[in-house]
């Protein structure tokens, strides 16, 4: 049986959440399928002591300001959970859970979407499946032959689980910073941060506000034919969050650069010094979660899709909302998918009518 509706959002984390948002607001009939079981996307399943960037005021989705967290300036991940699950049920969001979309492909004057659960026809998709469920391992020599343990940051929960332990954390972004912070802060892990150049560090008075700010004027900058400003990369690659602040103040991060390989027990230089290791953690971060829009043949050579805005320049019926710069300035985040999500909307909007 071919369950009707007019779009399909799929993904039922916060770039879902917040087409659902615009689209209610708008009158389309739509569904959200999501693949989990619980709501919250890839929050509820972060490490401990993962907080935001920004204090609640603004990491919030359109229409529904976030809560502060008692005692916390920067929420957890658990109270975010807890928002987005509030969200979903104050709009009363058609959400379906555990609806694995397994593939988009064109029907005609429409889009058929084969879920786990059921198959949709429809005339226009969102696909904001993010990047959470992809994390890239790096090539690196030698990974085989490692004798310890080996996992991505999403298999990273807290430091209790390498007590008394050797680890190499690998990368030089906001994971790996947090991650090798986390670890060194607990007093019994010892770490060993290993990133490709040396980590930049964001002014310590910087944090997630300034950040969407600086995304959206280098996204006007060029959307008006203006020298590119740079945006965030142009400020460093880390947010000094209170943790990494803490640790790199008091000199527990322990930065190398990047081993050439690992061996059985451990990590060679090319300058011949070697680090044994019980564990490398790898924070060298994710790909787009784009397999079920396969049918499709859209994908570039770096994988990506070719878009305008959040509309896809191969599929104008399909929109990609919230995986990064490439489908909006700062749409990765929550504060900042709110506007993309709703150009997307509006744009269905005027296709479905």
């Given at each position: 049986?071919?369950?009707?509706?007019?779009?399909?959002?799929?993904?039922?984390?916060?770039?879902?959440?917040?087409?659902?948002?615009?689209l209610?607001?708008?009158?389309?009939?739509?569904?959200?399928?999501d693949?989990q079981?619980?709501?919250?996307?890839?929050?509820?399943?972060?490490?401990?002591?993962?907080?935001?960037?920004?204090?609640?005021?603004?990491?919030?989705?359109?229409?529904?300001?976030?809560p502060?967290?008692?005692?916390?300036?920067?929420?957890?991940?658990?109270?975010?959970?807890?928002?987005?699950?509030?969200?979903e049920?104050?709009?009363?969001?058609?959400?379906?859970?555990?609806?694995?979309?397994?593939?988009?492909?064109?029907?005609?004057?429409?889009?058929?979407?084969?879920?786990?659960?059921?198959?949709?026809?429809?005339?226009?998709?969102?696909?904001?499946?993010?990047?959470w469920?992809?994390?890239?391992?790096?090539?690196?020599?030698?990974?085989?032959?490692?004798?310890?343990?080996?996992?991505?940051?999403?298999?990273?929960?807290?430091?209790?689980?390498?007590?008394?332990?050797?680890?190499?954390?690998?990368?030089?972004?906001?994971?790996?910073?947090?991650?090798?912070?986390?670890?060194?802060?607990?007093?019994?892990?010892?770490?060993?941060?290993?990133?490709?150049?040396p980590?930049?560090?964001?002014?310590?008075?910087?944090?997630?506000?300034?950040?969407?700010?600086?995304?959206?004027?280098?996204?006007?900058?060029?959307?008006?034919?203006?020298?590119?400003?740079?945006?965030?990369?142009?400020?460093g690659?880390i947010?000094?969050?209170?943790?990494?602040?803490?640790?790199?103040?008091?000199?527990?991060?322990?930065?190398?650069?990047?081993?050439?390989?690992?061996?059985?027990?451990?990590?060679?230089?090319?300058?011949?010094?070697?680090?044994?290791?019980?564990?490398?953690?790898?924070?060298?971060?994710?790909?787009?979660?784009?397999?079920?829009?396969?049918?499709?043949?859209?994908?570039?050579?770096?994988?990506?899709?070719?878009?305008?805005?959040?509309?896809?320049?191969?599929?104008?019926?399909?929109?990609?909302?919230?995986?990064?710069?490439?489908?909006?300035?700062?749409?990765?985040?929550?504060?900042?998918?709110?506007?993309?999500?709703?150009?997307?909307?509006?744009?269905?909007?005027?296709?479905?009518?």
């Amino acid at each position: 049986m071919t369950n009707a509706s007019q779009v399909v959002v799929i993904g039922g984390g916060q770039a879902g959440l917040a087409a659902g948002y615009h689209l209610r607001r708008l009158g389309v009939d739509f569904v959200i399928l999501d693949g989990q079981s619980t709501p919250g996307g890839a929050w509820q399943h972060t490490w401990d002591s993962l907080h935001l960037f920004s204090p609640a005021a603004y990491s919030s989705l359109p229409g529904r300001l976030m809560p502060p967290q008692p005692g916390e300036t920067y929420p957890d991940a658990s109270h975010v959970v807890a928002y987005l699950a509030d969200y979903e049920k104050r709009y009363d969001l058609p959400v379906q859970r555990g609806a694995l979309v397994q593939a988009v492909q064109r029907d005609g004057p429409f889009l058929r979407i084969q879920a786990d659960i059921g198959t949709w026809q429809v005339r226009a998709v969102i696909s904001a499946t993010g990047t959470w469920t992809r994390p890239f391992l790096p090539a690196v020599p030698g990974r085989e032959v490692f004798q310890g343990r080996q996992l991505h940051t999403v298999g990273y929960r807290r430091p209790g689980d390498f007590a008394g332990q050797r680890v190499i954390v690998v990368g030089g972004g906001n994971s790996g910073a947090q991650i090798a912070a986390d670890l060194a802060l607990a007093g019994d892990v010892q770490v060993t941060w290993a990133t490709r150049r040396p980590p930049r560090f964001l002014a310590d008075d910087i944090d997630g506000r300034a950040l969407f700010d600086v995304a959206t004027a280098r996204r006007r900058a060029l959307d008006e034919g203006r020298t590119d400003t740079g945006g965030v990369t142009s400020l460093g690659d880390i947010v000094a969050v209170p943790p990494v602040r803490a640790a790199r103040d008091a000199g527990l991060l322990t930065v190398k650069p990047m081993f050439s390989r690992l061996t059985s027990g451990g990590a060679s230089w090319a300058d011949g010094s070697h680090a044994g290791a019980d564990a490398v953690i790898w924070c060298t971060g994710f790909r787009p979660v784009l397999a079920h829009l396969t049918p499709l043949n859209l994908r570039g050579r770096r994988g990506h899709i070719a878009t305008h805005g959040t509309r896809a320049l191969g599929e104008p019926r399909l929109h990609l909302l919230g995986y990064g710069d490439w489908t909006g300035p700062a749409s990765a985040t929550l504060i900042g998918v709110g506007r993309t999500a709703r150009d997307a909307a509006r744009q269905i909007r005027d296709l479905v009518r």
